[in-house]
């Protein structure tokens, strides 16, 4: 006999069994804060007894707190089937061959019947049945690198795909795709900036905000730019290309370095601090805002740079930040310390003596700023000025994130100091960009152009 | 005999005596880096031989590496005097009388001529003398409630302010402003927010990102903004006002609570997230853009509120976050941590038994986000609900640095679970916004016309 109320137990079973709803009944509920229709979600076994989750319309899931209801009616009932019907990929000549990396995450998921949530899945035939279009668009193959959420990914993970990047660059792959989580889709693009160098083919990282269950996905379409991007676009570096404007007339490819997911759930989240976009990109055409970038070459040599040391960690300065945890991070071994200042690149004074323990101890210690956009400019102000003197090395514009993630890399292949200061300040591909003509100095200024858009654009 | 080269050693004082330049000249140097022009500046005691700082036109020093160094000239002298004319402020009947708290900070600040650093001043007379039309907006008094710098702020100034401002509304003030360093602005505007409940009256936070000394220096206009909010308008709150956009048409009143510094340099750096601004402000009137505030009002009654725990930390999160910062963290006796996850809200996997280890010992974990925009939803993916399961607490669209502060305060209030919880979650003054008509549940999604805004505000 089938279960009609997976997974619900206690109070919330009692509810469901009141008012005669079923798990997968399409469901009218009265609460004492609003009224709501929706189709009633299996339960996770860690779930509380407290609340029936019913997705609604527009997709979303929402918990609905038993005590608030003051009525239920089961209006129908469909039990949801979220497979995607599989077919063979069609081999067509002409079109570049586009490989795809699954490494689990939202790109392509479906709902999990034991938790009612949402989880990574990946088969090339559910590729091009859920998205027939990515035929006309290139030779698709497809590698399951492995299956992780976003949130989980690592340096081992990096590791594996700087290397499975270089092994499909020298097959002979005219573009690479990577499948990715969203929520740490810009550190990755960092690590890949770094590890894979002078890459003759798009790299390019893809996932979607709304998963292909749900009716505003921006799945099919980040898929189909990527796929676009990575077989036919000039611009041969390592890019994160994710949702445009909401008119979805296009994607934008950004830089591995200086892109950031800046809403948690919105579908244009990711966002160029502090520059523009590298592309936009359509399913017809890939249109450069960057003047300079790596050009698409014949030849497939590539530079494979497989490093990082874990032992490195972001401190996110706050008021009253206290030395103890400075202190506690050195006995803990850490080797390397990102500091997200406030301001210019600033801490408070209380902390002084243990940033000095911390690099007389050989802690590398670097400063950015957590306001995100924006330069470090440590000259200014008495603070910035000590903790230079403390040898707290200044990272300009660089993302927090990015910075950890070429902290952890430099430091993967050298702990020689100056080597590991040389390697940080020298930008690989934008994550420090610099001004003209101030070229080379520690001056970063408002007033120019850019900073001018910066206003323009980010008004609220 | 005065010393012509302040501050200069080893061969940054070999640079200068070779060209004949001596500190306040104005001076051409000529670099194989570009060509500037400005005043040469004293040097700081710690600073290296390596640097000749110079004070270019924009009002922005920069240091001028001597290896780069081709050619300087010195073209003219001219001593800096940075001292502002002391006037007696006036009093004019009938204008509402607003007290003005000192902190320190660049709100009126000064070159500092051992460093040839910017260093805050603060004085009643001073403030007339550089900014005469203040006397037509209020009646002023000041008092300096302690000088130091933002990022040295912590709960001793902000215990200190809340008794200050406890007490001037008692002696009947119409407003009161608060002169602040910049950089942390955001946590004092929170902190308040959260310590100076049910105000009468209007309480403003103002500061300057360009120090009086500059051409471009927004002190002045921030000012007569502030002191014009704190005397005439209708908003019985804490707020922060800075400046609007760079046309100067107009300055922005922000919640205390919603309001974040977003560019390390620029004037219009500080910004209300998720939200739209207060009001906006210009020195004839104030603007209510929200619909809902606390009214000035005629009583004398307000709460101070003056708590703060100070063994509290942010965590913020990165890929390979490792489960030991945790543990030292709960070593070190902290009680509460306010996690900004990746995504809905979310860590990796290994620190998961950490997390349990320390909730288990009575460590109050607060999930936030760090995309900044955007809500925690943590019932959408299996991480966010393990999370749920140990009891991290979400607490949607709150913005960490406010999480904090408002954690701080709570648990110099209370360490019972119950009343923690309840205490954070429940919204004092728009740390978090509901959105009709999902009040009290858990959902938060895009679509509604805010999100949409966020992107049409949002670009780049």
Avoid at 80 to 92: D, L, R, S, V
Avoid at 222 to 241: K, P, Q
Avoid at 245 to 261: A, C, I, M, N, Q
């Amino acid at each position: 006999m089938e279960d009609i109320f997976q997974g619900y137990k206690g109070m919330a079973l009692e509810t469901l069994k009141k008012y005669h709803v079923r798990v997968w009944g399409k469901t009218h509920i009265v609460t004492t804060r609003g009224e709501f229709d929706g189709t009633i979600l299996p339960r996770a076994e860690n779930d509380d007894d407290q609340h029936i989750v019913l997705k609604i319309i527009t997709g979303y899931n929402i918990g609905v707190d038993i005590i608030t209801i003051t009525d239920m009616k089961e209006t129908g009932y469909k039990k949801a089937n979220y497979k995607i019907p599989e077919k063979e990929f069609p081999f067509t000549e002409g079109l570049p061959a586009v490989k795809l990396f699954g490494t689990g995450g939202t790109i392509a998921s479906r709902l999990d019947y034991r938790t009612g949530a949402v989880i990574p899945a990946f088969s090339p035939g559910e590729l091009y049945g859920a998205v027939p279009e990515l035929a006309d668009i290139c030779n698709l193959t497809t590698e399951k690198v492995f299956a992780v959420f976003s949130e989980n990914m690592g340096p081992p993970q990096y590791l594996q795909l700087a290397k499975a990047i270089g092994k499909e660059i020298e097959n002979g792959v005219d573009g690479i795709v990577i499948g990715h989580g969203t929520d740490t889709m810009h550190h990755t693009g960092a690590a890949l900036t770094f590890m894979v160098q002078n890459s003759p083919v798009p790299i390019v990282i893809v996932g979607s905000q709304r998963s292909s269950d749900r009716p505003s996905s921006d799945a099919a379409l980040n898929l189909m730019h990527a796929m676009y991007a990575a077989g036919n676009s000039d611009i041969a570096e390592v890019m994160v290309c994710m949702f445009g404007p909401t008119s979805d007339e296009y994607g934008f490819l950004h830089r591995g370095t200086r892109v950031r997911k800046m809403h948690s759930s919105y579908r244009s989240t990711f966002r160029t601090l502090g520059d523009t976009p590298l592309a936009t990109v359509t399913r017809k055409g890939v249109k450069a805002i960057k003047k300079q970038y790596n050009h698409r070459r014949k030849d497939r040599n590539v530079k494979i740079l497989p490093y990082f040391e874990e032992k490195v960690t972001i401190l996110y300065y706050y008021p009253n930040m206290q030395p103890d945890i400075i202190d506690a991070l050195v006995d803990c071994g850490y080797k390397g310390i990102i500091i997200a200042g406030t301001g210019l690149g600033h801490v408070n004074k209380p902390v002084y003596p243990a940033i000095k323990r911390a690099i007389e101890k050989g802690v590398n210690i670097f400063m950015t700023v957590q306001t995100l956009w924006g330069y470090t400019h440590m000259f200014v102000y008495d603070t910035g000025r000590d903790l230079l003197s403390m040898g707290v090395i200044p990272l300009d514009n660089m993302l927090p994130e990015a910075a950890y993630i070429k902290l952890g890399w430099t430091l993967g292949q050298t702990t020689n100091r100056e080597e590991v200061i040389d390697l940080m300040q020298h930008s690989i591909n934008d994550e420090i960009t610099k001004r003209e003509p101030y070229n080379g100095y520690l001056l970063y200024q408002g007033g120019v152009p850019e900073v001018e858009q910066f206003v323009k654009n980010f008004r609220k």
